[in-house]
């Protein structure tokens, strides 16, 4: 009984830890890009579109996918 307590346990972390890892343009792409099909060229380019708009966060993010690796 207490493996199944501790299993229990530790699927509910993991799926939790799942969820954590969203995107940090999530709600910028629900608010200013949610009619844009799923195409990642089509929702970066609806985001750029509104740069000055979006949040400290995803427009780091959009830089650094502009700087080659």
């Known amino acids: 009984m207490r493996y ?13 830890a799942a969820f954590a890892t969203v995107s940090p343009c999530s709600k910028d792409r ?9 195409a990642p060229e089509d929702v970066r380019a609806c985001l750029l579109q509104h740069k000055d708009e ?10 650094e996918l502009a700087t080659p690796s």
């Open 4 to 16: 199944l307590r501790l299993l229990l346990v530790f699927e509910l972390l993991v799926s939790t």
């Open 30 to 38: 629900l608010k200013f890009c949610n009619d844009v099909k799923a």
């Open 54 to 63: 979006l949040s400290d966060a995803c427009r780091a993010r959009l830089g």
